[in-house]
């Protein structure tokens, strides 16, 4: 008890009594009762008389040694009070001075509840971490050393109580958002305190959680050593007890969430992979709408949220397909100062039934981005959606979630999943290249083969396609599309039978069907500029050659100091072309056929072409009949070969490397308006310029058959066709040319062309028969014609005087009716030779005549060779 400093005065009388209605005490100290504050006012103490008696009470009983306890309540009564008048610092001040104040001897229970009361009043005063720590040294005294049964239960209990104090949470979503509060090193303490009272508990699930959450959360703030040995504990720990996603409950009722490793490894972006391109589903384009969304009929919304949570469930533009082994790509880091073994890393889906391929990886001590890819095989088709990956790291199994991790990029983990469909694969017979065929990607291309061949040549190339899925093929396309060529190419480059292979569908799993193509090379080699100059360097004539044989004529050799075999000479000679084409191949079956869907497989074709034999010139000659012409043809072998070539009914033509020779070959004049007309859409919707080559084409096409030259290299067993299609101009056409009016002349009922001399008797009438075949469009007529009879000395004079010696039957002009198309019309004469020897008739057409708008070819009429004989003597004479 305090003594008055007046000795001898009443107890009663020396302490004035007051009257302290906390609860009537407002912030300020102050009722808010006015009325009852006034009649009260001479007996109350303002708010600070309040403390200052408290501070003056506290002095006094500080100086008594034994009166420690009423020191100690006198604090905290006027602790309370200042919490009431919300005046925290000044009760601070209170406060610390009763955590000096001596108590003597205490039990350590009594110990546990002062730092707790202490703890509570700081609580009270809103001093937190202060109050936390009180909190935690009562948790240390549950465990002291002293004590024979150390409290860890509750020692633990009064540890979780302190977090708070420190901004802790046991949910590790806390620690996701913005930056870090709180002293990472006192939480870290204060975590370590919690792993081990959990272990001494005898629960070491609880010591795993505590530890993961550690690891999780104060990464950043761990040393490399530090990083190290909580890692070794933690291992230690789950060797015992593997660590979950369970939700760990307290006999309190507290709930401890999950602790996902989301830092071991840290993922900086989530992808999902379309399908290889062999394997990509395509939509029968007449399909393509009917799966198209509809939630909105507008285009553009000026109201679009904008969330990372939309952004991530948004629908990606490719499918994946059921069956079919599908890929997400991870980018991830490794922040631990050593190698990080992720065992059972595999990925978290919803949607659709999803079988998870799990895979495991080690990597590197702080390693970069480094790509991870996590695959799986979808069993249902439907939309899945890549909700994120689950891992083992330190015996610690983890379900990471997308939405709960931060900075991480991602274009979107929606996507639809259509029905199974087959799988196809392919095989050839020619080996394998390393070519790509522009613009096509690698990617794009499922292989590509690789050829050389000789111009002309042909090359068989044997496909085989497996079913290597476990739907059967129902369906199968072959197309071909030439690719990054500038040469232009003659006939068909690749061409295929598809009949027999699609006799063996359906296609079941496991077996396999065969397609041969065929590879055919057909470029014109002919406008070599450097080549040509070469040529005319060496004295060879490529543009007139004088003809000293009707057949044939050697050019002399290339001189000896330009050698082919020098490399500039190989260099001037390769002039290697190439081809690509890409063989596309369109299949489909299954469920996924069904819904109108398909797979392609491309094969690229990469062609090496050299030349074999060109043509440096083509031109024609008459030949003794109006249906046929000589066709002059200048050949070169630019190969390093000797060469054969050959045509149709006439000899083999021998060239030796870098040899010109001349072969002449007498053809048949062609009916070119027999070929095939495009129709009247096609010729509307088609250019002129276009319109031309394809006529051209079919020309040359019909020419070459014609011919079938055909060229050899015996020493390397090549053989191909030699082509004159890119070398045939407009007036070598025109002349090899059939005129659409064919001309006939019969002497005495015999045909007269072709050098054939019709022999006839003196003083015998002889029949003259010109026969008229219109195989043009129009009617022609009607035409008169006049003969004229001579006789050629062959030294280049001729006789046209011959009333002496020729005279007609009748008239010598022949008249011809109009005639109309396809049909024919013949008129008739006669003449009598009155001496023997050679005539020739020379047959023209009159000026006047209705005909002469047509042009002038058409008018060739066959030369008439007519040799008059003596009449045999009589028997006897």
Request: hydrophobic share 35%.
């Amino acid at each position: 008890m305090a003594h008055s400093s007046e000795p001898g005065t009443p107890y009663s009388l020396r302490a004035q009594e007051v009257l302290i209605d906390p609860g009537a005490l407002t912030a300020n100290g102050i009722s808010a009762d006015t009325s009852a504050e006034i009649g009260r006012a001479k007996n109350c103490l303002s708010p600070e008389d309040i403390i200052e008696k408290y501070k003056e009470a506290i002095s006094y009983y500080g100086k008594y040694k034994n009166a420690g306890v009423i020191e100690l309540e006198a604090c905290v009564k006027a602790v309370r009070v200042l919490a009431i008048q919300k005046r925290a610092r000044e009760a601070s001040e209170f406060l610390q001075n009763a955590v000096y104040i001596n108590l003597g001897q205490l039990s350590e229970e009594e110990k546990i509840q002062r730092y707790s009361i202490l703890s509570e009043l700081y609580e009270l005063i809103g001093f937190h971490r202060k109050s936390a720590f009180f909190k935690r040294v009562a948790a240390m005294q549950c465990v002291a050393p002293t004590i024979p049964e150390p409290g860890w239960r509750a020692c633990y209990k009064l540890l979780l109580e302190t977090l708070p104090g420190y901004s802790l949470s046991l949910d590790p979503k806390d620690f996701s958002k913005g930056t870090h509060r709180g002293w990472a090193a006192v939480q870290m303490r204060l975590l370590h305190e919690l792993v081990y009272a959990s272990r001494r508990m005898g629960n070491p699930g609880l010591s795993v959680r505590h530890l993961s959450f550690l690891l999780q959360t104060m990464l950043d703030f761990l040393s490399d050593q530090e990083k190290k040995e909580v890692t070794q504990s933690l291992e230690n720990y789950t060797s015992k007890c593997p660590g979950g996603m369970e939700v760990i409950t307290l006999p309190d009722g507290l709930k401890l969430p999950p602790v996902p490793f989301t830092k071991l490894p840290i993922v900086r972006s989530v992808k999902l992979l379309n399908l290889p391109v062999s394997l990509r589903p395509h939509k029968v384009k007449g399909l393509l709408g009917q799966n198209m969304s509809t939630a909105s009929p507008f285009i553009y919304s000026p109201i679009i949220m904008h969330n990372r949570g939309e952004e991530r469930c948004k629908k990606i533009e490719f499918q994946w397909v059921q069956g079919d082994v599908c890929e997400v790509q991870l980018m991830v880091y490794n922040p631990m100062p050593y190698e990080l073994r992720v065992e059972n890393m595999g990925l978290l889906t919803s949607g659709v039934e999803f079988e998870s391929l799990p895979a495991a990886l080690s990597l590197p001590a702080e390693s970069g981005l480094y790509p991870v890819t996590l695959v799986g095989v979808p069993r249902t088709a439907g939309n899945i959606t890549v909700n994120g990956y689950h891992t083992s790291v330190f015996g610690v199994t983890s379900d990471c979630l997308l939405e709960g991790l931060t900075g991480v990029k991602t274009s979107g983990c929606l996507v639809e999943v259509i029905p199974s469909l087959p799988r196809l694969q392919l095989s050839t017979s020619l080996p394998r290249s390393a070519h790509t065929a522009q613009p096509m990607t690698k990617e794009e291309l499922s292989s590509t083969v690789s050829v050389q061949l000789f111009n002309g040549e042909t090359q068989k190339l044997t496909i085989t396609l497996e079913n290597i899925g476990s739907e059967d093929i129902e369906s199968l396309e072959l197309t071909s599309k030439i690719v990054s060529t500038k040469e232009k190419v003659f006939g068909e480059f690749v061409s295929w039978e598809l009949e027999d292979a699609l006799s063996h569908l359906p296609l079941k799993p496991g077996q396999a069907v065969t397609l041969t193509v065929c590879i055919k090379v057909k470029l014109d080699f002919s406008g070599q500029e450097n080549l040509l100059q070469d040529l005319n360097d060496d004295g060879i004539s490529v543009t007139g050659l004088p003809i000293s044989s009707p057949l044939r004529q050697v050019l002399k050799p290339r001189p000896e100091n330009k050698p082919v075999s020098s490399e500039s000479g190989k260099a001037e000679y390769s002039h290697v072309k190439t081809l690509e084409a890409v063989l596309n191949f369109k299949y489909s079956g299954g469920a996924g056929k069904v819904e109108g869907y398909y797979r392609e497989l491309s094969l690229g074709v990469h062609v090496d072409v050299e030349p074999s034999v060109f043509f440096t010139r083509v031109s024609t000659l008459p030949a003794t009949s109006t249906r046929q012409c000589h066709l002059l043809l200048d050949i070169f072998n630019p190969t390093e070969h000797e060469l054969t070539v050959s045509a149709k009914n006439n000899q083999d033509l021998v060239l030796h490397a870098s040899e010109c020779q001349r072969m002449a070959i007498q053809v048949d004049k062609f009916d070119f308006e027999s070929l095939p007309q495009p129709d009247q859409e096609t010729v509307r919707f088609s250019n002129p310029k276009q319109l031309e080559e394809e006529r051209q084409h079919a020309q040359g096409c019909q020419i070459n058959s014609k011919l079938g030259i055909c060229w050899s290299i015996p020493s390397l067993r090549r053989r191909g066709e030699a082509s004159v299609e890119g070398v045939l101009n407009q007036l070598v056409l025109e002349h090899l040319q059939l005129a659409p009016l064919q001309w006939d002349v019969l002497v005495n009922g015999k045909p007269c062309d072709c050098d054939v001399i019709a022999d006839c008797k003196v003083g015998d009438a002889v029949t003259l028969e010109v026969k008229l075949t219109n195989l043009s469009k129009n009617s022609v007529g009607p035409l008169a014609l006049t003969v004229v009879p001579y006789q050629d000395y062959q030294n280049g004079v001729q006789n046209y005087d011959l009333e002496d010696g020729v005279t007609f039957i009748g008239s010598n002009t022949f008249y011809i009716d109009t005639v109309k198309p396809k049909e024919s019309s013949v008129c008739e004469g006669a003449l009598l030779f009155l001496y023997t020897g050679d005539f020739f008739l020379n047959i023209k057409f009159q000026d006047d005549s209705a005909g002469r708008e047509l042009p002038l070819a058409w008018f060739t009429l066959p030369s008439v060779h007519m040799r008059a004989l003596d009449a045999p003597l009589q028997a006897g004479a």
